[in-house]
C-alpha cells in the first residue's frame, strides 16, 4: 500500500478552490537528471496540487507568496520546498535508497519507516519478479526474520503454520490474519498476486491495537489497489509447473524383507510365513514409494488491472490457480479462482467511499495424510515389499502378510473420493469524511461468508479373489458403499468506526491519533448427513437421493450452530519530536461473548518510542552512517482466538445415548460433559522489545537487529481435577510460558555496470520455556505414537521448551542374555534387546525413567536472498533453513510386526558384538524394543535452496514495437536442493495442534517444482 | 456538510447502549445447566444420560489424548486363573500384563480409566438425582428414575469397592472446592449400596411392565439381584438368601432352555436376562466415546483373518475345569478346528498366533456387524452382567450357609440341568453328562464349581476367588503354572485389591491413602 493511501486523501481536485498564483517547474531525478512523471504536488496544509506530466512537469496555483510546496512520490524522499513568490520552481528529487520514508502499514494506519517505534517486518510482493508462491504463507517463509512458517503437509492447498516469535500459547499459536484492515480467518480466499505487501506486527506494542487478538502477533495485507491518476495497466502473469518427489526412503527389498520376516518369527519361536520361505526368490519385489508417488502438473493465470482517474481508483483481478498431488494427480487436486474488485471514489473534496468485492472458489481433493493409520504415505512405506500392486488382470492386490491398517495404498487411492469446496465472499464498504485537515471520520463495513461443501463417497469394493475368500484382510473390501455430505456455513460481520487526526505542528513536532470503535459478531452453522447403499457405484452419481435406502428415515444427519461476538474500542496516539523522537501509545478495550461472566472484557496498552540517532554529532561525524536509531516497546496483548464459543459455561449436550430393546433403539441422554469456568478469559501476553535499525553507506546496507522477550500469561490449561468430580475439568487460565528471542536482517544492494544486486539475510533465535502449568498442575502428554507402543511422544512441563520429546533414554543393545538377565529393570529381555535407562535406578523401568530425548524446537532459523540483475536478465536465489531442531520419526508401524522396515534394520543386532545399535527383530518384542525412546528422535536440521529463478526481460526497444510495458519470462525451481540427515521423506515438518512438532507420521512431503512463466504488463 | 454525518458520529454511542446484550451469547444447540432439568423429558434425558456411561468400555479419560479400555474381563478373568491377556503379544497392553502377574503399580492408565469411568457414571447418577425432585412431572415415573439412577450408582461403587476396597463417597454434584475427597471405608461404600439397592427394589418397576422397547432398563429384579450378590459379598447370607428367594419366588425370570442361546444376538434380553449392558452395531461410526457398541468382540477375536486382536485367552485350566462332556464348553470357549461363525475355521494358521484357545461368549459374526468401511467395528454383543444363573449360584450359596442344603440343591440342579439340555440326569445312560449332585453330597465347592464353569469368561472369576477367601492359593497355583521360570508371587492381604491410581491420590492432595502393600 505503501504511500498511496496517504495520497488518497491528500490528493486534491485540481481548482477547487480559487488561487491567484501560479507555480510552475519541472522534477527529475537527482542523480542522473531525468524527468520524474506522476510526482505528487500539494501545497502543504490545503488541498491544492496537482501531479507532474510525461516531462516530469506540474502547475499548480498557490494560496499566497509564502506557499510551501510538499513533492511526493515513491521511492523517493518526500521535500518541502518554499516558494517564496517564485513562479518556477525546479526541483532535483533524491532517491530514498534505504525506504525511510517508505510507508509502512501499520494497525490502522501507516508510519514512515524511519519513525517506526515498534517490531515490524515487511515483506514486498508487488514486485512481479518475486518468485511465484502456491500460498500466501509461503510468501513468509524464510523471508522475515522471527518468522517461522512450516508446512503442515505437502498436499496441495494445506494449510501452513505460522509462528511469530516462538509458541506462544499452549492453545492457539495462530498469528491474526488482518486483509486491508479486515480480520479474515486465513488467507486462503487471496490469490497471492493480488497481494501487494505484507507487514508483521511482531513485537506486543504494534499489535497492541489489534488488543485480544493480536497475542500471537498479526499479519496485515495489503491488496494492490489502483491509484489516482494512474494510466490504465494490465498484467499477466502465467506459469506452468511439473511437481515431482524429491526423496525416496530407503526400504528393504522383498528379499531383505523375507529375511528379516523370518528371523523375527523364528525369535518368538514361531514357523515362517509360507510365502517368505525362500527369500532369494522373491528379488526386488515391489517398490511401493514407486508406486505412489508421481510427477503431477499445476498451472497458474493471473490477471490484474489497475486504473486512476483524477478522482477515482480502480483495481481488478482475477485468477485461476490448479496443482495436481504428487500422490493421486487429481485425487489431490487444488483449484482455486478468485475474483476481486476494488474501488475508491471522491464524492466531493472531502468525502471518499470505497469498496472491495472479493469471491473465491476453491476446491479441494483431499487423500487421508500425516496420520500412522491409514493414509496412502504410511501405506507405502509400511507395506510389505512381497505383495504386488497388481495382479495380472489388473485388479488390485492385498498383502497377505499385513493386516490392519495397513493395506494398498494405491487402492486406497483408486476408490477415495474426498472433495472439499469453498465458496467465499468477502466484501467492505467505507466512507471517510475529513471534518477538517487534520480529522477524519472513517466507518467501515465488513463481511465474510464462507460456505464449505463436503463431499465424501465411499465406494463398496473387494479385493478378495473370489466370493468369500478367507485370506482378504478386513481393510481390503467394503461391502455397502456410503456418501457422506456436509454443509457448513461461516457469516462474519464487522462494523467499525474511526476518528482519526494528523497533524504537522508549527515546531516541526507532528502529532497523529486514532479513536475507534469495533463491533464483530460471527456465527458457523452445519449440516451433516449421511446415506449407504447408494444405486451406483459411480462417483459421479453420488448423491443422497440415489440410495437404495431412500424411503428409510436417514440413518445420520447431524447439525450445529455456533456464535460468538467482540465489542472493543481502542486509541493510538503518535507524537513526533522533529525527526528525533517518535512515540506511541496504544490501549484497547476487547470484550467478547467467549470470556466468562467475571471477566467480559480485557484492557491492552501498550508504549513505545524511537530515538533517531542520525543527527546527533557523533553519527553525522561518521558520512557512512545514513540512518541509525534505537527504539522499545512494551505492550500486552490477548490471545483469544483459540478459545470456543461457549468454553466459559458447562454445556448440557444431547447425544449421552443409551440403546435400548432388541431393535436396538437409540434414547438420547443429556448431561454436562466439563466443568464450567465462568472465569474464563483470554490469554494474557506481555512482551518487551528492544531494536536498532541502522542504514549504512547511503543506504546501501541495512541493519535491523531486535531483542524480545514475550511473556504469557493466563494461559489456558487443564489442570486435572480428581477423578470423584466426574467431569472433564474446563480449561482455566493458569499456565505461563516465555519465548526469548534475537533476531537479524541484513540487507546489502548494489550495482555495478550493468549489474544490480543485492543480499538479504535474516536469522532467528529464539527460546521458549514453559514457566508455569497452575497449582496443581500436571506435565501435559501428547503426540501419541502408535507404531512406537502407542505412548506419548512429546511433554511439557514447566521449565522445558513446549512438546519436547519424551521417552527413555538407551544405552546400547544387551549383548548377551546374561547381561540382560542381569538387568533387573527389564526383566522380558533377552540378548539382542534394548537397554533403556532406569533413570531413577529403583530396578523398575516405568514412567519417572522417561526423560527429554530431543527438542523439536530449532536452536536457530535462516533465509537467505540473493537477486542478480545484469542487463535484461534477472536472477534470484533463495535458501532457507533450520538448524538444531529434533524431529520423531513415528513412520513405522512396529506393533504391526510384519511391515517393511527402513534399511538400518539390516543392521539389526544378530549376536554378541554384530551391534549396539539396533536390536534384534522379533515378533513378539516382549522387552517393548520399540516403545517411545531416543532411537526414533533424528536430528531435524535442514538447509533448503528453496527457489532458484532465472529471467529474462524483453529490451524496451523490442517491447516498444510490440506496444507492451514489460514482457518478462523466467525459469524456476522450487526445493531444488535440500541437506539433511533426516531419515524420512521431508525434514520441514509442520504441527499438528500446538503440541504436537515435528512428529512424522509418514508426511506427505513437500514437492520439487519446476516452473516456467511468463508476466506481461500492458 | 458536517451536520450529515453527525448521525454516523452518534454510532459509538448507539453501540455502547446495546453492548450488554451483544456480547451475552448462549448455546442454542445444548442447554446450560441453569436451564436444563425443567420438563418430564429433560428428566428422561438425564435419567438416560445415567446409562450412557455404562458402554464406555473404551474411552477417553481427563490427561489422556486417545482411548483406554477398561472392559469388565481385565480385571474379572485376565487376572484370574480363566485366561491370559493375549494380543500380539507381551507387549500389547504391557499393564495388564503387568496385573496379570501381580507386578502392576499406582503409575499408568489402566486403573486410572477404571477409576474415572465409574465416578463419571456416579457423577450423572448424582446429577440426575439431585435434579430429578426438582421437576414438575408423574411423580411414579419419577420414583422409577431415581430407582434406575440409585441403581445405576450401585453399580459401579460396587465396581470401585470390589475393585479398590473403600472410595471417596460422593452422593451429590461438587463444588469446585470440595473436589479434593478423602476415602471412606469399604463399610461405608457398602452401606450405600445397600440403600440405593433397597431404594432401587422399592422404586423400580418389574421387567414385565417395561414395553420391549425398553429392555435393557433397569428393573427391580435387577436391583434385587444386585444387591443378592452384595450380601452374598459381605456374606450377609440370611439377607442374601431372602433377596434372591424374592427375586426367584416373584417368576420374572427363567432360564434359557437352550444355553447356547444365551450368548447369541437372539438371546439378548432373554428370559434369563438381569442385568446387561446394551450394545448396538449400527452407531455410525467407530471407536469414539459416545458410540454405542462395544469393543469386547473386537478385542477378544482371534487375529490373523479373524481381525480381533486375541486378548482373553482361555487357560488350559479353565477348559479342564469342565466336566467331561459339560456341553457349556463349546459355547464358551473355541478350539482348533471350530468354526469361529461366518468367519472361518480356527486353525493356528488363519490366526498366525500360537494359542490354542479363545473366548466364545462375546463372538460375533461378521454378518452381524454394520459396515462402516472399519474392518473391526465395535460390535452388538451386550455385556451380561447378571444371569438368572449367577442369581440361582448366589441362592445356593445362602441356602447352604444358612442351612437350607435341600433348596441349595434344588438351585444348583436347576442350572447343571439347562446345561444338560433340560434333562434329569441318567446315571445308567453313558453318554449322560453333568452328574446330580445330592442334598448329601453338595459342598460349597460344587458351588463355587458351578459358577466358575457357568459363569465363565463373564468378568466374575478373580473377584469371586477373593470373596470365597481362596485366591491366594488359587492364584499363586495359576502363577506358577503359567509363568513357568518365573517367580511371581499373589500376596495375600494385597493382591486382593488394586492400589488406587497414584495421579488420583496426588490430585486428592493426600486426602485418599493408598492400599496396603502398594
Redesign the interface.
Known sequence: MRILLLLAWLLPVTGMFAQSLAVTGTVTDADDGTPLPGVTVVEKGTYSGGVTDLDGQYTIMVSSSKAVLTFTYIGYKTTDVATGGKSTLDLPLSADVAGLEEAIVIGYGNQQRSKISGAVGTIDLKDATSVPVLRTEQALQGRAAGVQVTQNSGQPGSTQSIRIRGTGSLNNAEPLWVVDGIPTGGIDFLNPSDIESISLLKDAASAAIYGARGGNGVILVTTKKGAKGQPAQVTYDTYYGIQEPWKKMGLLNAEEYAILMNESRAS???VPYAQLADPAALGEGTDWQDALFQRAPMVSHSFNFTKGTATSSTAIGGSHFAQDGIIGGEKGRFERTTFRISTQQDA?D??RIGQTVNFTHIERNALAENNEFATPVVRALNMDPVTLVSRPDGSYAYSELI??DIANPINQVATSYDNWMTNRFVGNLF?E?D?SQALK?R?SVNVDLSLGSQKIF?PSYDLGIGEND??R???EW???N?LIRNENKWSNWQ?E?TLQYDKDLKNGDRIQGIFG?S?L?GNYQNIGT?R?SLNSNDPELAFLDNSLNFNEQA??ASG??????Y?S?FARIQYEIGDRYSMSGTVRRD???KFGANN?YGIFPSLSAAWNLTELPWVIEKDWIEFAKVRASWGRNGNADGIG??DF????????????????????????VT??NPDLKWETVDQFNAGLDVDLYRGRFNIVLDYFVKNTNDMLA?V??????????AATNVASARNKGLELSLTYRGEKGDWDYDFTGNLSVIRNEVTGLGE?G?PI??G?VFGA??D?SAYTDIGLPMAVFYGFETAGIFQTDEAASANAAQ??AVAGDVIFVDQNEDG?L???DKTVIGNPHPDFTYGVTTNLKWKNFDMSLFIQGSHGNDLFNGIFRY?L?TTNLPVSALERWTGEGSTNEHPRIT??????NN?VSDRFVEDGSFLRVKNLQIGYTLPDRIIDKMDIGKFRFYVSATNLLTFTNYSGLDPEIGSRGTLEIGIDRGFYPVARNFIAGLNVTF | MIRKFLPLLMVPVLLVSCKQDFLERTPVVGATEANFYQTPEDALSATIACYNTLQQEVTNIQGSSGLKPHFRWYFGDVISDDTDKGGSGDGDDPQLYDYERFQGNSSGQMLLVEWQVAYRGIAYCNLALQKLPEIEMDEDVRDAYIGEAKFIRAHWYFNLVTTFGGVPLVTEPLASSEYQQPRATAAEIWSLIKDDLDDAVTFLPQRSEYSLNELGRATRGSAQALLTKTYAYLQEWESCYQVSADLVNEGEYSLDPDFGNVFTEQGENGSGSIWEIQYMNASGGNWGQQLEGTFSNVFQRARGQFNGYGFNLPTQDLVNAFEDGDPRLAFTVFQEGDFMGDRGEFTLESTGMPHLFYSRKYFNNASDEASFGDPNPNGHTNDRVMRYSEVLLFHAEACLNTARASEASDALEAVRRRARGGVTYNPMDPTAVLPFISVGELTMDHIWHERRVELALEGHRFFDLVRQGRAGSVMQAHLDDNFTGDNYTFTEGVNELFPIPSNEITLSGGLITQNPGY
Open positions: 518368538a519361536g514361531l466531493g472531502r468525502f493386516g490392519s466512507g469524511y471534518l471520520f466507518s465411499l478367507p485370506n484382510p478386513a481393510y467394503r461391502e455397502v456410503g462494523w468506526n470503535y463491533a459478531y449421511y449407504d440413518p445420520n450445529g450452530f455456533g456464535e460468538s461476538s465489542l474500542s470484550g467478547s461473548s467480559r464459543n461457549f459455561t458447562s454445556v448440557v449436550f444431547n447425544g449421552q445415548n443409551y440403546t435400548f430393546g432388541p431393535e436396538q433403539q437409540q434414547v438420547n441422554g443429556a448431561g454436562p466443568t464450567s487443564v486435572p481435577v480428581p477423578g470423584v468430580v466426574g467431569f472433564l475439568p496443581g500436571t502428554n501428547t501419541g507402543g502407542n506419548f526383566p522380558d523398575i516405568d514412567e519417572n506393533d510386526n515378533h513378539t518384542d516382549a522387552n517393548q516403545r
